[in-house]
């Protein structure tokens, strides 16, 4: 997991969402935005030589009833070596540490996340079954596709998945059995 001197790593990883999301449904966010989620202990950082090649963050919803993982984007010359999966897994430790008994909650269109969270347990679900907190919403107005979803009606364009508290935690115990104790 990140920690709070990372928060300079900020402006780095607004960089690399905005870069992802050019090619990928994934919404922007400000760096006092990312900068806030490292200094709260709810983001994870990968470094190679020191630079940023991979980031992802957590949010809790309803007070700790959902939680989302958001924003995890790895560098193109750092994909397919299962940082990613490294990345999500830490969250997914920490987020089982602060919030055991919430929901956790996926939405995107990508098909190697998708892959990745059938792998962890998650499961396809109809968006209505994730959080009904605004704030959850508001932030998909970052995403290149907001526009069009607004025009047709819909919510959002992604796939809705989640993974229950019992789930979330058991898979979280058998990553850290499998993980390696250092920095991703």
């Known amino acids: 997991m990140a920690r709070p001197e990372d928060a300079s790593r900020a402006r780095e990883a607004a960089a690399l969402i905005r870069r992802a999301s050019r090619d990928h449904d994934i919404a922007r966010r400000a760096t006092p935005f990312l900068r806030d989620k490292v200094l709260s202990g709810k983001a994870v950082l990968a470094l ?4 940023l090649v991979g980031f992802g963050y957590f949010s809790d919803w309803e007070g700790g009833r959902f939680v989302s993982h958001s924003g995890l984007v790895v ?22 540490r602060r919030f055991p008994e919430a929901t956790v909650m996926s ?4 098909p190697a996340v998708l892959a990745m969270n059938r792998s ?5 679900v109809p968006v209505e079954r994730l959080t009904t907190d605004p704030a959850f919403w508001e932030g998909c107005k970052a995403c290149r596709n907001y526009a069009e979803m607004q025009r047709l009606g819909k919510r959002c364009c992604c796939d809705a998945m989640i993974l229950s508290p019992r789930a979330a935690a058991s898979a979280a115990r058998k990553a850290s059995a499998r993980a390696p104790r250092r920095r991703p």
């Open 75 to 96: 560098d193109d010359a750092f994909r397919g070596r299962g940082l990613g999966r490294r990345m999500k897994t830490r969250l997914m430790q920490a987020g089982a």
């Open 120 to 124: 962890l347990g998650f499961r396809k």
């Open 107 to 110: 939405l995107t269109t990508s």
């Open 48 to 51: 190679h030589e020191d630079r």
